[in-house]
């Protein structure tokens, strides 16, 4: 054993063992028979204070705000945690100074304050990252009203730990991002904001401590109507998309975060619903990794801002903005919107071509409608409580960020404790989620049999909840295996997933509980051995392991889709 301090804003990796997103009913897994049979039957005898529909960031932050206050609460979410929007984001966390151009100062500033506030509470997850903007041929007057918006930037985030922004030279541009054009570059400005490289796990940690407090959470769990006294909700029929089964769930109020999916939702639970949400849809593309600093650009095809972000070693270029109608779950991105993402890059940065990008993704935002275009609609949430609106006992959000879910979160609890009469403040400003749970960092002891690199890539993912991985691993040798070669990752990952995430099959564990299907690879070398060990873990036939196999297979090529010339 080797003694290593980690430093930084890492979290220490003891004392957070109790903390598991477990299945109800103790502390052995249950087999997978089990677990797919009476997963929600013991649902249908309890009578909760809130039901909410949805498992992406704000239901899962909403879930656990409300566990916090010591309500009742039940989740469901129709796929897995994390399968819809917010696993499709550009996955910033940032105030957005685009928004300073359409005087959003009241979203900007909360959307500050919410990012120093992730920084502390998920200081694993949620890491400072500076951005560059660099200037082409612009005139003064434009440069002006940048170093403006820079400014007022920084004054927004007046409560920050973030340094504040700096101007570069020509030459400095240059030593910072060289693969930059040099041609008309005049310079520029650097500033920092945030990054979740994984929001998929900020959901999952968010519902590990919503359980820790008494919540009950559950995947491929989908909400298909509700029933009403009067015109006021009584509870949610839920129907298990893994079983079959369907179970008839109480509760006081309920809340639909559903997303993109909220129109279809509230035609399901409201007595009087009407479409209340704009989407929109956007792409990201993934390619070999172009700069070490994120890069705020302005597409020379429409002025459209876009960036290019360091993530997992490669870089993410997006994003989109265009008028969607279909189904959410069915969006991707196309041949043409690739095509004007290397269009907007090609000026800046010659070298980059189709036959490079990994892979493209799509996702879908739901915003409060308003007219104009897509672009310029505000980010802002909105809470609807539709006791105004026919429906007494529903409380609808629309809109918002990934960066400011805590807050929207907060607000959504205050509105439901508020209506039932409970009188309890939110506490999930100051305690920090499971991962970070001691806060200050301290010294970490390294297992012989791991190396201290694979040890900062699990902690960068589950923060303290590492110390649990490597605990499996020492007891049970044949955990230390890794998935794949030159990886990191060993199947005590999959152990723990499997046992204490609700991972139920191999999409969940490649694309929502680790990143590894997010690699050049898009996970294909790890696939084998996830298949196998999570075959082995939850008992499943040789069909079911093919069935897994092709499922990602189907989304490796669903992703690769927009690369066809
Ligand atoms: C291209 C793009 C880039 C973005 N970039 C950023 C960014 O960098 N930073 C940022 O802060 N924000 C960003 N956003 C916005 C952000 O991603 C969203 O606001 C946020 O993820 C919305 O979270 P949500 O929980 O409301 O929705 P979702 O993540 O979509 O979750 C809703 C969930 O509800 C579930 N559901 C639907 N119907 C049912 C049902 N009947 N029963 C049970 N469950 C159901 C769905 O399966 C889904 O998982 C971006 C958005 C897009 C599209």
């Known amino acids: 054993m080797c003694d290593v301090s980690l ?29 797919t049979m009476n997963r929600l039957s013991y ?10 529909i949805g498992g992406g960031i704000v239901g899962s932050g909403i879930a656990r705000d409300a566990a916090l206050r010591g309500l009742s609460v039940a989740l469901f979410e129709k796929n897995d945690y994390c399968s819809g929007t917010t696993a499709r984001s550009t996955r910033l966390i940032h105030g957005g100074l685009r928004y300073l151009e359409t005087l959003d100062f009241k979203l900007v500033r909360l959307d500050l304050r919410e990012r120093e506030i992730l920084l502390h509470i998920a200081p694993h997850l949620v890491t400072s990252l500076p951005f560059i903007v660099p200037f082409y041929s612009r005139s003064r007057a434009y440069r002006c009203k940048i170093r403006l918006g820079m400014t007022l930037y920084d004054l927004l985030s007046f409560d920050k730990t973030l340094p504040s922004h700096k101007r570069l030279t020509h030459s400095a541009m240059l030593a910072a991002v060289p693969i930059l054009k040099e041609q008309g570059l005049q310079g520029g400005f650097l500033y920092y904001d945030a990054q979740v490289a994984a929001p998929e796990r900020l959901v999952i940690e968010n519902l590990i401590d919503a359980r820790a407090h008494g919540a009950a959470a559950h995947n491929y ?18 129907r298990d998309s893994i079983s079959g089964t369907e179970i008839r769930v109480k509760g006081r109020m309920v809340i639909n975060a559903a997303g993109p999916w909220f129109d279809l939702v509230s035609s399901r639970v409201a007595t009087h619903p009407k ?5 929109t849809k956007g792409i990201h593309i993934v390619c070999p990794p172009l700069s070490k600093q994120a890069l705020v650009l302005f597409s020379r095809v429409d002025d459209r801002l876009f960036f290019i972000v360091p993530w997992l070693g490669q870089s993410l270029v997006g994003t989109t903005d265009t008028d969607y109608c279909e189904d959410p779950g069915m969006a991707s991105a196309t041949v043409d919107e690739v095509g004007y993402l290397l269009e907007s890059v090609r000026p800046f940065i010659s070298s980059i071509s ?22 310029s609609i505000s980010r802002m949430h909105l809470i609807l409580d539709e006791e105004r609106n026919g429906t007494p006992g529903l409380i609808s959000i629309i809109g918002g960020k990934i960066t400011g879910y805590r807050a929207i979160a907060e607000e959504a609890v205050d509105m439901v404790c508020a209506k039932l009469g409970i009188r309890r403040d939110s506490r999930t400003g100051s305690i920090p989620l499971p991962g970070a749970r001691e806060g200050k960092p301290s010294g970490f002891s390294i297992p012989d049999f791991i ?8 902690i960068s993912l589950y923060g303290c909840g590492a110390a649990q991985i490597l605990d499996l691993a020492q007891a049970d040798e044949r955990l230390r295996a890794p998935l794949a070669p030159g990886r990191p990752d060993i199947a005590a990952q999959i152990a723990y997933s499997v046992r204490n995430e609700q991972c139920v099959r191999a999409t969940d564990f490649l694309l929502r509980r680790t990143l590894i299907g997010f690699a050049p ?6 696939l084998p051995s996830v298949v196998s060990w999570m075959g082995e873990e939850l008992g499943w036939s040789p069909s079911k392991r093919n069935e897994e196999f092709d499922a990602h297979m189907q989304w490796v090529r669903q992703t690769q889709e927009c690369l066809k010339n």
């Open 7 to 35: 430093g930084g804003a890492q979290a220490s990796v003891r004392l957070c063992s109790e903390v598991v997103l477990r299945d109800e009913g103790g502390s052995k897994p249950p087999h997978s028979k089990e677990r």
């Open 43 to 52: 649902l249908g005898d309890r009578a909760f204070d809130l039901i909410v």
């Open 221 to 238: 769990s989908e909400v298909i109507g509700a029933w009403h006294n009067g015109n006021s909700v009584q509870g949610v029929q839920v």
């Open 275 to 279: 479409p209340r949400v704009r989407m």
């Open 354 to 375: 189709r036959r490079q990008i990994h892979y493209g993704y799509a996702g879908v935002r739901a915003l409060v409608p308003e007219q104009g275009e897509p672009s």
């Open 451 to 458: 190396e201290e690199k694979a040890v900062q890539y699990l």
């Open 521 to 526: 690879d898009q996970g294909r070398n790890a």
